[in-house]
């Protein structure tokens, strides 16, 4: 357990309303009169002059505090459950988010499911409020920047009833500027009812390595310049929304087989491929007016050979990122409890070089205690000067000013209603998935299956947990969607392992349907999921396969009559493959990425633009 007395810079307990009151009103006299225009001004402007008076008031404590976005776990700022206290205490040193606000300042908060912050929407929105109210109490109090990493399709940190929308990689298989604009529009506006203001999305990776163990099917695509437009659309629906859009992972996670998250990636592109390949999207990003970008923790020796990961380098970030590509818009780390960024320094050091290197926020450090105080020392030893803070500060809160945060922090429940999870936003979500839905295989037009000669359907593989708080399990999901399209069908998990028992069950199964839709997850040369569709191949029915995840999985079952690629396992993915092996609407889908043969990668069996339909 954190020493709870270390680095206190304030009270932990909760302020009056009435102070609540007089410390927003004043932070509004003094940084909102200029309005929604706020951020944007030069150096010279009313607005910054107004910014830097505030700065200039702050304790160096205060100023430390404001570079840190961190977790805390709980649904209540102030009453959270008994065993969130506890992990609040055993990770932070504190008992709640409106205590974590008074000791350590912090400029932002991250919001995760597993940390119990995102129950339902209501929820949310007091969370939310409770924070400002907490933080806006204290002296010289600033509005929270509160985010999530709400990228839709496997990583999504709202679940239902908020809309949830179809992953990059499905909406790069749709192909449509517009679809990706309105996901970021609405998936915004969502957002902002619930006093999230800034998103850690889109994923500007360029997805290159079939193997890429951590983007994948997070990316747009393969191809620079169509993931460079959705990237560019979707910045554009995000912010209209008001929420903070977040260009990711700079500077390219896309062609590396090493997750970061447990190990140091390396890339080996030349500077001139990563000018082709990875710079687009970001160039892309910083021209739609993108108010942050995140750094990623990996090194790339033909921009850095220090041996630095990204996040920790200042030719990367200040050579690069600010000087080259002209941007001088918030630069927030990937978390640092991730591995890529541990493994050559200490935590202490880490957050010290970031900012050295022209980081803006210091996203969930491991040890926040130990994080802020290292900061803190760096500033009193000379290793950072106040001055270099106050460039970060400038940034932050010229973001939380164009945001809106101090004129109105606060979200209101009537605002929730009107806005999370409503019919056409649901609607809309549904129609754009039914666009991304990619036919790769269709062998003597078994597709689309006919409720005459196809009335029952047995619907077996893979079940990995729901990945966005959304119904699941997957077969569940495809068996249920099937019979509201009046089929008549059972589910059966077999997991993404199956056992020989179990293939055996699901092919004894399969012999008393009229056809086999199986959902298949990532499968290998090696993936017992692989003999699954081949024994059921071996029944003689109609076998249909339904890629929940990658769409390279066509590549290990050639023997299969019928494949689709959904590229997530989320319910909205789901339907809309029902829907299409239904024929209820045509397969509009083409593949963003290119799918090598199995026994010869460098052979392409399905270029990008394959998607074939009715």
């Known amino acids: 357990m954190h020493d709870t007395g270390t680095g206190s810079t304030g009270s932990t ?20 009169a200029a309005g929604p225009s706020y951020a944007s001004g030069s150096s010279g402007s009313p607005d910054d002059r107004r910014l830097r008076a505030h700065i200039s008031r702050m304790t160096l404590e205060e100023k430390v505090g404001q570079l840190f976005v961190m977790r805390v776990y709980g649904h209540s700022a102030t009453a959270p459950d008994q065993a969130d206290i506890d992990a609040n205490l055993k990770e932070i040193g504190v008992r709640t988010a409106a205590e974590l606000v008074a000791r350590y300042r912090v400029g932002g908060i991250i919001y995760f499911a597993w940390a119990h912050n995102t129950r ?41 009833p908020a809309t949830l929308f179809p992953g990059a990689m499905a909406v790069g298989a749709g192909g449509s500027r517009s679809d990706a604009r309105t996901l970021g529009r609405i998936a915004g506006a969502e957002l902002r009812a619930m006093g999230i203001r800034q998103d850690y999305s889109p994923v500007a990776d360029v997805n290159v390595n079939p193997a890429n163990p951590v983007i ?14 959705l990237v560019a659309a979707e910045v554009a629906g995000y912010q209209g929304s008001g929420v903070a859009a977040t260009a990711k992972h700079f500077p390219g996670h896309g062609d590396t087989n090493v997750d970061s998250h447990t190990g140091f990636p390396t890339i080996t592109h030349s500077r001139e491929l990563w000018e082709k390949l990875d710079a687009p999207p970001f160039r892309a990003a910083i021209a739609a007016g993108i108010d942050s970008i995140m750094t990623a923790h990996l090194m790339v020796p033909a921009l850095d050979d220090s041996g630095d990961p990204a996040t920790l380098s200042r030719p990367i970030l200040t050579g690069i990122l600010r000087e080259r590509l002209g941007y001088d818009g918030v630069v927030v780390t990937d978390s640092l409890g991730m591995q890529g960024v541990r493994t050559k320094y200490g935590d202490a050091r880490v957050p010290v070089l970031a900012l050295k290197a022209g980081v803006d926020q210091l996203l969930n450090p491991p040890n ?29 809160l010229r973001l939380k000013a164009r945001l809106g945060l101090f004129r109105s922090p606060y979200v209101s429940q009537g605002g929730v209603d009107r806005t999370v999870g ?27 299956l006919s409720r005459r000669r196809h009335p ?29 399209l009046g089929f008549t069908a059972t589910a ?39 003999a699954l569709v081949e024994q059921l191949v071996a029944t003689g029915r109609p076998i249909v396969a339904v890629a929940i995840r990658n769409p390279y999985d066509i590549a290990q079952l050639p023997s299969v009559p019928a494949c689709l690629a959904a590229y997530s396992w989320t319910d909205v993915e789901l339907r809309a493959a029902a829907r299409v092996i239904a024929g209820r609407v045509k397969p509009r889908g083409k593949l963003p990425v290119d799918v090598q043969r199995a026994d010869d990668p460098e052979q392409v069996l399905y270029p990008v633009g394959h998607g074939l339909s009715y």
């Open 368 to 396: 926040l205690d130990l994080a802020w105080n290292a900061v803190l020392t760096a500033v009193r030893q000379g290793e950072l000067t106040e001055a270099r803070l106050d460039e970060s500060i400038l940034r932050v």
């Open 422 to 448: 409503i019919r056409t936003h649901l609607r809309t979500a549904d129609r754009i998935a039914e666009r991304t839905t990619t036919l790769l295989v269709n062998e003597d037009r078994l597709l689309p």
């Open 216 to 229: 994948g099917v997070r990316s747009f695509g393969a191809e620079p310049r169509a993931v460079a437009a």
């Open 456 to 484: 029952k359907v047995l619907v077996v593989g893979a079940d990995p947990a729901s990945p966005s708080g959304t119904t699941g399990p997957p077969t569940g999901v495809l068996a249920g969607a099937l019979s509201e």
């Open 492 to 530: 059966l998990s077999t997991g993404t392992a199956p056992s020989a028992t179990t293939i055996a069950k699901a092919v004894a199964a399969a012999r008393d349907a009229d056809a086999v839709v199986a959902a298949t997850y990532n499968v290998t040369a090696g993936s017992s999921q692989k």
């Open 13 to 32: 307990a909760q302020p009056s309303r009435r102070t609540v009151l007089a410390a927003t009103a004043g932070v509004t006299a003094a940084l909102a």
């Open 120 to 160: 339902d929407p209501h929820q949310i929105a007091d969370l939310s409020n409770g924070i400002q109210r907490a933080s806006l109490g204290l002296p010289r109090g600033l509005p929270v920047l509160i985010s999530t990493d709400q990228e839709h399709g496997i990583v999504a940190r709202v679940g239902k």
